[in-house]
Antibody, heavy 118, light 110 residues
Framework: EVQLVQSGAEVKKPGESLRISCKGS????????ITWVRQMPGRGLEWMGR????????NYNPSFQGHVTVSVDKSISTAYLQWSSLKASDTAIYYC???????????WGQGTLVTVSS | QTVVTQEPSFSVSPGGTVTLTCGLR?????????PSWLQQTPGQAPRTLIY???TRSSGVPDRFSGSILGNKATLTITGAQADDASDYYC??????????FGGGTKLTVL
């Protein structure tokens, strides 16, 4: 069974750094890209970026590039989304999803709630 | 900046049929955008209902169907049920490894 399991909820202060994770199982982790999606409170879904776990090649939404970094440790089948300096506006639920064969997102993680507040 | 358009809200009666649309503020949606439709209920992660324009994901009832009509992608629910009340998002592949989500449609069944 394919699963993407994300790390737990985080509460951080503005300016702090953070890394959240997404662990894949039940399939060959390096064979499918991993995408990250943001959902701010009461708002819609936003595509942030994606990573190829086989070679760590990335694509970013220009709106997020430079503010977040997507990485992967293929030895433990885990993708990461990280911030070096959080802002209050980063408060959101972050989802990882596996890219399917037809430019779709076929499996989703359960989401990680990130709260940034002073 | 690419903007994907969806109706903010829609209402359908139980047993009725509803068609949600997904367009581009500039241009037409085609199969080359590989449109997908996602369903999200409150507090839950999204799940993909339709991908590659008209392919249902495993386990999705056949009352959900996707197509391209004119210059938009569409999601049609035939014989709506109470538990179809959800937020529905379309997402388009824009090429060069970039996707854009629509703003979502809140569907009410009553």
């Amino acid at each position: 069974e394919v699963q993407l399991v994300q790390s737990g909820a985080e509460v951080k202060k503005p300016g702090e750094s953070l890394r959240i994770s997404c662990k894949g199982s039940g399939y060959s982790f390096t064979s499918q890209w991993i995408t990250w999606v943001r959902q701010m409170p009461g708002r819609g879904l936003e595509w942030m970026g994606r990573i190829d776990p086989s070679d760590s090649f990335t694509n970013y939404n220009p709106s997020f590039q430079g503010h977040v970094t997507v990485s992967v440790d293929k030895s433990i089948s885990t993708a990461y989304l990280q911030w070096s300096s959080l802002k209050a506006s980063d408060t959101a639920i972050y989802y990882c999803a596996r890219q399917g064969d037809y430019y779709d997102f076929d499996y989703w993680g359960q989401g990680t709630l990130v709260t940034v507040s002073s | 900046q690419t903007v994907v358009t969806q109706e903010p809200s829609f209402s359908v009666s139980p047993g009725g049929t509803v068609t949600l649309t997904c367009g581009l503020r500039s241009g037409s949606v085609s199969t080359s955008h590989y449109p997908s439709w996602l369903q999200q209920t409150p507090g839950q992660a999204p799940r993909t209902l339709i991908y590659n324009t008209n392919t249902r994901s495993s386990g999705v009832p056949d009352r959900f169907s996707g197509s391209i009509l004119g210059n938009k992608a569409t999601l049609t629910i035939t014989g709506a049920q109470a538990d179809d009340a959800s937020d529905y998002y379309c997402v388009l592949y824009m090429g060069s490894g970039i996707w854009v989500f629509g703003g979502g449609t809140k569907l009410t069944v009553l």
